[in-house]
């Protein structure tokens, strides 16, 4: 059976709201062969990741950056999942073990998303994941059209990965 890690930082309502979006489009009915495995992203491990065949991340949009919280998942996780740096130490072209595997991002914000999503992008570019959806960025308060795109984002990438 396939393996969605849904790996998030979801301190706000907002975030909360988004997370249940995207959780119900993830286990949809119409969903089949998929285990959805839900990991805060303080707790995430590599185990998990190298477990896993696809990934949703949720971020709060922070000082023009992804959340503290997501930045330590990938610390954490990054070179023991296959993540690769130049000899400069800059993010590089990976082709490590979950290089390839799809991935969806959602990011909510108050002003600014746009640097949450570049570093977040920069960093599953070097892992050599693929983004299978658009990202929903969502400014401001979470409206029912947000939560409405969330639940398809989460169905998106449950639907990529039915076996």
């Known amino acids: 059976m396939a393996q969605l890690l849904v790996v998030h930082h979801s301190p706000t309502r907002s975030m909360r709201t988004l997370l249940e979006g995207v959780l119900g489009g993830a286990n949809d009915d119409a969903i089949t062969g998929v285990d959805v495995l839900v990991r805060p992203a303080l707790e995430a491990t590599a185990e998990d990741v190298l477990a896993s065949d696809g990934y949703l991340l949720g971020t709060t949009a922070n000082f023009g950056y992804m959340s503290g919280a997501l930045?330590?998942?990938?610390?954490?996780?990054?070179?023991?999942?296959?993540?690769?740096?130049?000899?400069?130490?800059a993010a590089d072209e990976s082709s490590g073990r979950t290089s390839g595997r799809p991935f969806g991002?959602?990011?909510?914000g108050r002003y600014d998303t746009n640097g949450a999503v570049r570093s977040v992008s920069?960093?599953?570019g070097a892992l050599g994941w693929r983004q299978a959806a658009a990202t929903l960025e969502v400014m401001g308060d979470v409206t029912d059209e947000h939560r409405d795109a969330a639940y398809d984002l989460g169905g998106t990438l449950g639907a990529l990965l039915m076996e």
């Open 122 to 124: 920069s960093i599953t």
């Open 105 to 108: 991002l959602y990011v909510h």
């Open 71 to 89: 930045k330590h998942f990938f610390d954490s996780t990054f070179l023991a999942v296959g993540g690769a740096l130049s000899s400069t130490g």
